[in-house]
DNA sequence: GAACGCAATAGTGTCGACACTTTCTTGACT
DNA sequence: AGTCAAGAAAGTGTCGACACTATTGCGTTC
């Protein structure tokens, strides 16, 4: 007896469904997106012990599936398992941030080196052409559309440089500091320099100039990664501020006793 | 029934110090072992399909926890999913190991720099103990203790860049390629530059010579890419030469039409 | 004799149940 | 009053079962 609830929290996923398409209703696959969903949106909030069968109630489906998508995420690291203890939140620090831009930093370098060395004129023509279809209303969009459209401009330089590998990882690493990215280009720091930003990478490439891409590369994640310390920090405040059940019992019982 | 893998525990867990999620011995990790270790020693063979109540009656649990390990497996990248047909074993053409390669080679040139960087000098001295401990009997030992202490060795300049994100990716990329390189040890060509090879990079290091260490660990692993080829070709004829039962009846079926 | 479709089989995806572990509550003892 | 222990409650880890999908084998038709 399959419980269809989708108007609860199920509502992450919205135009998922086509009658058309026989896609095998696949409760794990819309278990891990939506799970994925609340821990990118601070739902589920750092530090929290998950809970199996709420969540299940939630979705309206059996544990099985949430267990499945609560493994993927913990090999991707968003959660960790500690054993009869069940599932946490990984807590985000800024440190643990810090430490996946500076991977993301050189994944992204090599990426770039490789494609210099590798690509075809008419691929590194591809990365032009992208980004100038782009490029016009780059700023004007909503955080949500600027975010994936720059994804997918570090993703095909990714692709460009032939190794699969770099693209799987980027892609990971991505997935993880989404959240934070979104809230950055969110915050009133987010700085106007993204577009000079991306059009120098793309000379650079034209240039098959490796150094000069790579220091563009350092340059502007370092930048980064400044103003996403105050971002996290101002991010943070939003999520604990308003009254945190759990936390406000805590102290109160500190304090009384 | 219960086909208890447990002996020999160095030769899939070398040098397992890592931040990623902590189990017990409970049957989900034990199949996560044992199906890795059935992958990386070619038990299971590359694109087969792989029968999920088989592998749990052979392993004597439920397809629960059987199901849970090959999600986690498939996170990594030993097996891949594909929806209502079940999970398949991840075909590594050479293409793909020199994919992985050229990340190892990535990842430890950005660690090589970055402990240049920042660590400290007591620590560069750990690196150099650490060596001076394994190098006189280094080229004597059995296969398996030769790469979990190379491995060690080289997860200890992850471990001192400072950034824990390295560690895990190095971690991982060394259990996806640990089957082929124990198997190029093995394999005559094996060179003996390895000891002359570790001393550098000690040297290195104490020198806080970045330039150098990359060369050097640059030109390691470009020197093992050309070695492993060859070895990948022996291993797969190895693998396959014995009667593959699904193999030839597929092949039968067609001769036989 | 070959292609097609239908039935039988094998195998995955999900479920609800239960055992065991951890955490919380209550109440006795000092 | 405070501490500790025993029991209750909550929650995870694993199981066997069942529904539904893919595959295989067989018989029919042209």
Redesign the interface.
């Known amino acids: 007896m399959t419980e269809r609830v989708e108007g609860d929290a199920g509502s992450d996923q919205p135009a998922m469904n086509e009658a058309e398409t026989r896609r095998?209703a696949?409760s794990s696959e819309r278990a891990y997106l939506t799970i994925r969903k609340h821990l990118v949106e601070f739902t589920l909030k750092p530090g929290e012990r998950i809970n199996e069968v709420q969540l299940s109630r939630s979705l309206g489906v059996s544990r099985?599936p949430i267990?499945?998508a609560l493994?993927?995420l913990?090999?991707?690291?968003f959660v960790?398992?500690?054993?009869?203890r069940g599932f946490f939140v990984r807590s985000l620090s800024t440190e643990?941030l810090l430490?996946?831009y500076?991977?993301r930093s050189?994944?992204e370098c090599?990426a770039f080196k490789?494609m210099c060395e590798r690509a075809e004129d008419r691929e590194i023509d591809r990365l032009r052409e992208y980004w100038e279809a782009i490029v016009d209303g780059y700023r004007d969009q909503p955080a949500d559309i600027i975010l994936a459209e720059d994804e997918g401009f570090h993703l095909l330089i990714a692709e460009l440089s032939g190794?699969?590998?770099?693209v799987?990882?980027l892609a990971s690493i991505n997935a993880r500091i989404r959240f934070i990215r979104r809230i950055q280009i969110e915050h009133p720091s987010h700085d106007k320099a993204q577009v000079t930003f991306h059009s120098g990478i793309v000379a650079a490439a034209v240039k098959r100039d490796a150094e000069e891409g790579m220091k563009l590369l350092r340059e502007h994640i370092e930048m980064t990664v400044s103003a996403t310390q105050q971002a996290l920090k101002d991010a943070l405040l939003k999520v604990f501020a308003p009254d945190n059940a759990a936390d406000l019992k805590r102290r109160r019982k500190v304090r009384d006793a």
Not at 74 to 77: C, L, W
Not at 163 to 166: A, D, H, I, K, V
């Open positions: 095998s696949d099985t267990r499945e493994n993927r913990a090999s991707e690291g960790s398992l500690t054993p009869n643990g430490d996946l500076e991977l050189i994944i090599a490789l190794n699969p590998e770099l799987a990882q």
